[in-house]
């Protein structure tokens, strides 16, 4: 198992480091923007691997609540701590990229919202995990509350959008999927591959952490009794 | 000794995070029983009660109640059961009267005002029917409650602590009513962590701690006081 | 048959409680009030500019105010406990949710229209001519923030601190409503109104109070178990 660990960190570094190649190295210089739009590669991939994090925290509060079992709560948490971090990397990185090149921090279009929703949403999921004092109440409101944030992640998207094309902003990432010169989409695609690498790196880590804390209380537990046992 | 017991727990488990609320009861109680539950604070006769009413749910074990499964068919038991909790759950705005009102609707009773009536007067509390619940002393409140939870002429009758807190003749009446449901053939269980209260008619007394059963008693008041003391302090 | 008798029997206490009360419909409209007066203030009631952000403004109103009501609703169980009476009793929990959800939509529909009076009132906002359309907008809108508000205050009631919890976790969900009704009640306004973009709204409202009266009925179990 340590050596899987040890195969999955080595690989997930690899993989950025080839991602940071093609970005810095092999994806030319974007003509308008220069330099500071490589910064896109980063902001997108965050975006799409805080999304996919939504949904991993979903299927497994689902099947927490189905199901039942620790295990399964240890996972979701673990995936929202993980997933949040990736959406404030792409909240962070959105601006950053704006000021310089559109002369805008900030805009209010489909993507970017949807985004910031998310992640409140997930900063509401964490809230409740922090306010909750009952372990298994805990793990049971904060399924229910990722459940109702899911599936209203898409119609927040949707709804953004048709508000867009009804006003037309302007649009500041430009569509990322339109006129992508081949190299730039290697490069996209490389660190896409990367920070998911990264996501599951990250979330086992927690898990294991997670676990480990478990197991220091129970032996903590464990001697307390034993202490007094001897008395 | 019947073999459609009201109550059966089969190996019953309850943990909350790390700690065990139960672990591995099995109870069997028979109809007209009257059962008490002891041991002390947080020995889980209260989570006993509630998994009881369905308020709380068991990790794993079998619990049944009239011979149905509470999880399969909670409604349908709830209509048999009576609680009487460490809170009132009464409506403080609510006069005693709308109160009673509401859980008949609740219970799908017929003929309720007769029996809202009949409750009043046997709470002692008809004068007081239509003054809101939140000027009642603790006694008013808990004669009220225990209206409440019986109004439905239950078969079971499920009480957590009842005489914590009451003056002299609030004890009494509840002691006297008590004898009336044995008397009425209905099943009593009923937690508590002192003696002081007369208890006649037990059937058997279930000490719990730390979430098991340690024995289980039979016999009469002052036998169980020695035992139950001799208990206590061989834990300090 | 019996579900629905379920929940008028709830809904029903809650009416009744409400009236001997008078909490929560009291600090809603006082609230609303509030905001409408800070409004003022803060903006010149010129009347250009109140015709562009007098329908956020008035959902604003709403929304603030209704979050007050929400928060009630299940803060008053604490008291003696009187939730784990419903949960006692012989009734579906979903009845518990529904009732208390129409309830929520009640009152908040109730304050509501007090405080679109009051509002046009202050702002010299005709709303009136535009009443019909208004009152679905309203109904719809206040009905979806009702139905996920109401699965919400249950979870938050549970935590550390709940009046706070609320609106964090509310707000984010109920963003589609909340853009779908302003946007709705600008196409309303509009002159002519652009029956367009105010029937496409409409819809998403529509769709949204769907999913999310389902969706809370399936998961309310869930919350209220021990």
Not at chain 2, 44 to 51: A, D
Not at chain 2, 106 to 113: A, D, Q, V
Not at chain 2, 120 to 139: C, H, M, Q, T, Y
Not at chain 2, 201 to 221: A, C, F, H, P, Y
Request: glycine share 6%; charged share 15%; aromatic share 12%.
């Amino acid at each position: 198992m340590v050596l899987l660990r040890k195969i999955h960190g080595s690989l997930t570094l690899l993989t950025m480091m080839g991602a940071l190649y093609a970005i810095f190295v092999i994806a030319p210089r974007e003509l308008t923007m220069g330099i500071v739009q490589k910064i896109f590669y980063f902001h997108v991939s965050a975006a799409w691997i805080g999304f996919f994090g939504i949904y991993v925290v979903f299927f497994c509060s689902l099947i927490f609540l189905i199901k039942g079992g620790r295990q399964w709560d240890i996972r979701a948490a673990s995936a929202a701590e993980v997933g949040v971090i990736f959406f404030t990397l792409n909240l962070v990185s959105g601006p950053i990229w704006a000021k310089p090149v559109w002369g805008i921090w900030w805009t209010w279009d489909a993507r970017l919202t949807t985004s910031f929703i998310l992640w409140l949403i997930y900063l509401g999921y964490l809230m409740i995990r922090r306010l909750v004092e009952n372990p298994e109440q805990r793990a049971r409101l904060s399924a229910v509350v990722s459940i109702l944030g899911s599936i209203d992640a898409p119609i927040v998207y949707m709804a953004n959008r048709w508000w867009r094309t009804q006003h037309p902003q302007p649009v500041v990432a430009g569509d990322s999927n339109s006129g992508l010169h081949p190299d730039m989409q290697v490069a996209l695609l490389l660190t896409l591959l990367a920070f998911t690498m990264l996501f599951f790196y990250l979330w086992k880590t927690r898990i294991n952490l997670e676990r480990a804390r478990e197991d220091v209380d129970i032996l903590q537990q464990t001697v307390q009794y034993h202490i007094k046992e001897a008395r | 000794m019947t073999d459609n017991p009201i109550v059966l727990l089969e190996k019953v488990e309850k943990w909350f995070g790390q700690n065990i609320g139960l672990h591995d009861i099995s109870i069997k109680v028979d109809k007209g029983e009257f059962v008490i539950l002891l041991g002390r604070n947080g020995a889980g006769k209260s989570t006993l009660l509630r998994i009881l009413t369905r308020l709380s749910k068991p990790n794993s074990g079998r619990v049944q109640v009239c011979g149905m499964n509470i999880q399969h068919e909670p409604e349908h038991i709830q209509k048999k059961i009576g609680f009487v909790g460490h809170h009132t759950l009464l409506y403080a705005h609510l006069t005693a009267r709308e109160n009673l009102h509401f859980y008949a609707k609740l219970y799908e009773l017929k003929n309720s005002k007769e029996q809202i009536k009949t409750a009043l007067k046997n709470a002692a509390l008809e004068f007081n029917a239509d003054r809101p619940v939140r000027g009642f002393s603790r006694g008013m409140q808990q004669r009220l409650a225990i209206a409440r939870a019986t109004l439905h002429h239950p078969e079971l009758i499920l009480l957590d602590e009842p005489y914590t807190g009451l003056d002299l003749e609030s004890a009494e009446l509840l002691s006297d009513q008590i004898q009336q449901w044995l008397t009425e053939g209905r099943t009593i269980i009923m937690a508590t962590h002192d003696l002081e209260q007369c208890f006649g008619d037990v059937s058997k007394w279930v000490l719990l701690d730390k979430g098991q059963i340690v024995e289980t008693l039979r016999g009469n008041v002052s036998v169980i006081h020695r035992r139950y003391r001799q208990f206590l302090q061989s834990l300090n | 048959m019996k579900f629905f008798n379920q929940t008028t029997t709830v809904l029903m206490k809650e009416i009744l409680s409400e009236y001997k009360t008078k909490d929560v419909l009291i600090s809603m409209l006082l609230f609303g009030l509030l905001v409408i007066l800070m409004f003022n203030f803060a903006f010149e009631p010129d009347s250009e500019e109140i015709r562009n952000f007098g329908p956020g403004l008035l959902w604003m109103t709403f929304i603030f105010s209704g979050l007050l009501g929400m928060n009630r609703t299940f803060a008053g169980e604490k008291e003696n406990k009187v939730l784990e009476g419903l949960m006692l009793s012989p009734i579906s929990w979903n009845s518990i949710y529904l009732g208390k959800m129409l309830a929520n939509l009640l009152f908040m529909l109730l304050a509501e229209s007090i405080i679109l009076c009051l509002f046009s009132l202050f702002f010299n906002y005709a709303i009136w001519p535009r009443i019909e359309w208004m009152a679905i907008i309203t109904f719809l809108g206040t009905l979806g923030f009702s139905a996920v508000g109401t699965l919400l205050a249950a979870v938050s009631m549970n935590t550390r601190m709940s009046e706070v919890m609320l609106p964090i976790l509310l707000l984010p969900l109920a963003l589609p409503v909340i853009l779908s009704v302003v946007l709705a009640t600008t196409a309303n306004f509009s002159t002519p109104t652009d029956q367009n973009s105010m029937i496409f709204w409409i819809k998403v409202l529509i769709a949204y109070d769907v999913i999310f009266i389902t969706v809370p009925l399936m998961l309310f179990d869930y919350v209220l178990e021990e």
